[in-house]
């Protein structure tokens, strides 16, 4: 059975779909939750359906902060031993019309800022002697989509950073890992119109959309020392659209 009682863990993009998801799994585990987002509303909303979560709006845009970010996270749980990068963009474009700044932000927050928020972590880890990190990537990262060349590429990078990550920390009880979604069910799939979702399903082996819990369940997995043998692995989660 797995278990987070007296563990401290901070998860970034806590608001969205998957994010909340991930929140819920933890606290029902009994975690110590530290959860950021940048959206002040839907944080507080969090905070009032798991009162015992501590919140705070932060962006990861700003690489200046991050150290510090990381530093009050881990004063406030009193420790930090998971890490859980969720928080991340997408700015599509066809490549020919991609702005210079839509390629560059989408690299600079989903990779940049992914890497930023491990290495403060892993400072804070290698004190301990125990981490655990989970990068969310994306089954664009291995396959590749249309007009998504800047997300599909920052999602890659994370994944060859991770391994890489994973590599200089085997010796040190900290693990690294990512978990892959397919198409998950969210507010933005809810307004796809049939015939589209029809098409969309018939690419999934499975015909059907996965949701946030299933994202939540692969990264708890990942996150708990039942997992302690496994690093700089990618769990898939997607129906089976995807199959290293």
């Known amino acids: 059975m797995i278990n987070f009682k007296n563990k401290k863990i901070v998860i970034t993009g806590a608001t969205g779909g998957i994010g909340r998801d991930i929140v819920k799994k933890f606290v029902s585990l009994e975690a110590s939750v530290f959860a950021t987002g940048t959206n002040t509303e839907k944080l507080n909303l969090l905070k009032k359906d798991f009162p015992k979560i501590n919140i705070i709006k ?59 928020l491990c290495k403060y972590a892993l400072k804070k880890m290698l004190k301990n002697k125990y981490g655990r990190i989970v990068n969310i990537t994306s089954v664009v990262g ?21 391994k890489s990550l994973a590599i200089e920390y085997a010796k040190k009880n900290i693990t690294l890992n990512c978990v892959s979604p397919g198409f998950i069910q969210s507010k933005m799939t809810d307004n796809i119109i049939e015939s589209v979702r029809a098409v969309l399903t018939s690419k999934i082996p499975m015909s059907r959309l996965g949701n946030g819990e299933d994202v939540a369940n692969s990264v708890a997995f990942l996150s708990s020392d039942q997992a302690s043998y496994i690093t700089g692995e990618t769990i898939h989660v997607n129906g089976g659209m995807y199959m290293a």
């Open 58 to 116: 932060f962006d990861i845009s700003e690489h200046s902060k991050i150290e510090e970010f990381i530093d009050n996270a881990s004063n406030q749980l009193t420790g930090l031993d998971i890490l859980i990068n969720n928080a991340g963009i997408n700015k599509d474009n066809l490549s020919l019309r991609m702005k210079d700044e839509e390629w560059k932000k989408v690299i600079d927050i989903n990779l940049g800022s992914t890497f930023l």
């Open 142 to 162: 291995h396959t590749g989509n249309i007009g998504q060349a800047n997300y599909a590429a920052s999602k890659a990078g994370i994944i060859g950073m991770t």
